[in-house]
């Protein structure tokens, strides 16, 4: 039988250039070396895991570099990268179409394809999403310009954003009662306050995170239709390297709109003709007075306030990156729209696996993990995928990985070390738990969550120390009601206790 001109066949092939796919490509290539292990991605550089340390049990830490993909297949000879977006999947001939219209066949297929901003206003030119190393320089760009911006959104992202720019007034609207939901309680943001207002402070860690462009794509203007073109997440240290400097000569001006949302947006010309009274930035203690300055857009409230602004940045979270793979495929859909995965990251077509932020972790999980989308939960699923692969292509079986035995993550807000463990916000415990708190002002923020005795999950911010002990004491489940409110006490060494 002739060979189809532009089909080519692979018994693993993986789509997504971001760390989920990148750690699933690499452990397939070591794990089958006489295998070509195809990874396709629609953009030019991949994400690489690099300086990659191993924390404790379940805490790892490790930076994220971009490198052109030639880099990767100097490292794995096996490894094959693809230049080219998915246009269409067809499972039932074990077979995915690129854009470019050639065919690959597999035999087992990980989809990694990540996931994009969720916009608050889709297709506004003054609403700037900030998910990859392109709309943040996008966003620098227009920084560098504006006198203010209104921040939409409470994620890390957001709270990174807030706190590194200088000189431009920043109107932040968030949702909830307190910055930070998604990591902190109100205690904790709180702590984190007055780090955001007092004059900046720290020179900022040199930049890890080198940005490789295609030659000469820097001087083009990209189109609309090019920021189509997904590119991978950032991670927590994406602002370095950037100068988030707006037009103006002080350092740090911030205004908190709690418990809103964005109902509207106007255009200079729409809020002339609306005859309504805009907001000027608040001054301390004072109500706002009616603003004398004409701004280029306007954001109207849910809680009946319009400000104007240079331009607004969405960053209330991501959306699955599921688009390019439902079509005539039968996959579960998780309510947050990413690819039901079992707990071998089977989706619920045969052969087609998947991980990082497209998939929803639809098994039964441990009482203390629950799935974020962060990169160490990416890397830890590309790993795993991998695994469950190579096990079902051999016949073998696989446990369920031990890092989704606790949800553990380490990372930086406002230079400060931050690290959360398990239900550390006591999700999916109802009122039957309790808190309890230590507070040093300006130096360190340990909260623990209880239930039963037992430690739940922790917040740490600051260098506690805390974190192997805190990690067993969840993982191993143990009953510290006889030690009460000492187990924070920093006179007593609690390492002493539980070594």
Request: proline share 4%; net charge negative.
């Amino acid at each position: 039988m002739a060979a189809t001109p532009g089909l080519t066949r692979s018994r693993f092939v993986v789509v997504g250039g971001g760390i989920a796919g990148v750690t699933c490509a690499e452990k397939l290539a070591v794990d089958f070396p006489s295998e070509d292990i195809f990874l396709v991605t629609a953009s030019p550089v991949i994400k690489a895991v690099t300086n990659f340390r191993q924390v404790s049990k379940t805490l790892e830490e490790f930076d994220v570099e971009e490198q052109p993909s030639s880099l990767l297949e100097q490292r794995y000879p096996n490894i094959k990268v693809i230049h080219s977006a998915v246009k269409q999947l067809k499972s039932d001939e074990h077979k995915i179409i690129t854009e470019d219209g050639r065919e690959y066949m597999y035999e087992k297929l990980c989809l990694c394809a990540g996931a994009k901003p969720k916009l608050i206003f889709e297709g506004n030119p003054y609403v700037l999403g900030i998910r990859d190393t392109d709309s943040a320089q996008a966003f620098q760009k227009n920084l560098a310009r504006a006198e203010r911006i209104i921040v939409v959104g409470n994620g890390g992202i957001a709270l990174e954003l807030v706190y590194e720019i200088e000189g431009c007034e920043v109107i932040w609207a968030i949702k909830d009662k307190a910055i930070g939901n998604t990591f902190f309680d109100a205690g904790a943001a709180e702590f984190l306050i007055p780090k955001l207002t007092a004059e900046k402070r720290e020179t900022p860690i040199e930049c890890k995170r080198t940005k490789y462009t295609m030659e000469g794509s820097e001087k083009k203007e990209r189109t609309t239709a090019a920021s189509d073109k997904l590119g991978s997440a950032l991670g927590p240290d994406w602002h370095e390297g950037l100068q988030l400097k707006g037009t103006k000569e002080f350092s740090h001006k911030i205004h908190i709109e709690i418990l809103c949302e964005v109902k509207k947006i106007y255009s200079q010309q729409e809020f002339t003709q609306l005859q309504q009274t805009s907001l000027a930035f608040p001054k301390e203690g004072k109500n706002a007075e009616p603003d004398e300055v004409q701004w280029p857009v306007y954001v109207e409230l849910t809680n009946g306030k319009i400000y104007g602004c240079n331009f607004i940045v969405s960053a209330t979270g991501v959306v699955p990156n599921v688009k390019p793979f439902l079509e005539s495929n039968n996959f579960a859909i998780g309510e947050d729209g990413g690819l039901k995965v079992d707990e071998h990251m089977h989706t619920s077509v045969p052969d087609i696996y998947a991980a990082g932020d497209i998939c929803t972790a639809a098994w039964e999980p441990s009482p203390v993990w629950h799935q974020m989308r962060l990169w160490t939960q990416a890397r830890q699923m590309g790993w795993y995928a991998a695994k469950c692969m190579a096990a079902d292509a051999l016949g073998e079986s696989v446990d369920l990985d031990f890092s989704f035995e606790l949800f553990a993550h380490v990372t930086k807000f406002f230079n400060y070390k931050v690290v959360v463990l398990g239900k550390f916000n006591a999700q999916g415990l109802g009122l039957d738990h309790e808190l309890m708190l230590r507070c040093t002002k300006g130096q360190e923020y340990v909260k623990v969550v209880m239930q039963n005795g037992r430690m739940m999950g922790a917040v740490l911010i600051g260098e506690t120390d805390l974190e192997e002990t805190f990690e067993n004491l969840i993982l191993n489940q143990m009953d510290l009601s006889a030690y009460g409110e000492d187990l924070l006490n920093p006179d007593i060494d609690i390492e002493d206790y539980f070594d």
